[in-house]
């Protein structure tokens, strides 16, 4: 009996640090979802029955209905991605892509986004491809972007690496925001470990997707300071060659 009860234990707790993990989820999607909701709806319902607003207002308005819904949208491409990983539905290709590529391609896409944004790409030699599945890639590297962007809220210099050591594929953005405390750095890549209040700035879940993600293509992430004051915000993925 004894023994029963002491198996039993390590279950227990495992489960419910899955409950707590879940319950704060739910608080942080709820804070995520009903933010861009409300300036949708009140900037759209605004727009719709002011016929006399002017051109200067109503532009304004638009802008931010724009923003807040391609925020919505991120928001609930995160959710479903990481609904799928949590129900073990998400099929993870290993196959060969290059990484410079796909920082490119993220870059390019995340510089409309975030136009305050100033990011160089710094190749190292040159790096093999790495065996990644490139939707999961493409949305990682997205967040991480995605992620300097929302802290920096304005004009910030991003440098992104990629290199290659030993049969790794690594990718390192340098964060000179200096917005992340010791604290964050630590937990960049979890879930916040409580719900945001009202009103309040939120990461979000977007790096947590961001990891769980690099995690499924067996990748592995780290966050360190560095000599010059910025933070190395990294992650690397077996070389094709080596996985294959």
Partial sequence: M???????????????????????????????????ITTIYAGSAVLARDEDLLPAMRR????????EAARLFRVVEDLLVLTRLEHNAVRVTREPVSLIRAVDAGTQMEATRWPG??????????????????????HALRNLIANIGWRAAGAADVEIAVSARD????????????????????????????DPLPGAL???????????????????????????????????????DSAA
Wanted: with cysteine; proline share 7%; glycine share 6%.
């Fill in 117 to 138: 944004l100033r990011i160089k790409l710094r190749l190292d030699g040159t790096p093999p491809p790495a065996a990644a599945d490139s939707n999961a890639l493409a």
């Fill in 60 to 67: 304004e308005l638009a802008a931010d209905v724009y923003h």
């Fill in 167 to 194: 049969d790794l594929v690594e990718c390192r953005l340098f964060d000179r925001t200096g917005t992340l405390s010791a604290e964050e750095r630590e937990t960049l890549f979890e879930l916040p470990a409580t």
């Fill in 202 to 240: 939120s990461p979000g879940i977007a790096m947590y997707v961001a990891g769980r993600l690099i995690d499924a293509m067996r990748g592995r992430t780290w966050v360190t300071d560095r000599e010059d004051g910025s933070v190395e915000i990294g992650f690397s993925l077996p070389c094709y």
């Fill in 2 to 36: 004894p023994q029963s009860q002491h198996a039993q234990a390590p279950s227990q707790d495992a489960e419910r640090a899955l409950a707590q993990e879940r319950e704060t989820l739910m608080g942080i999607l709820a804070h995520e979802l009903r933010t861009p």
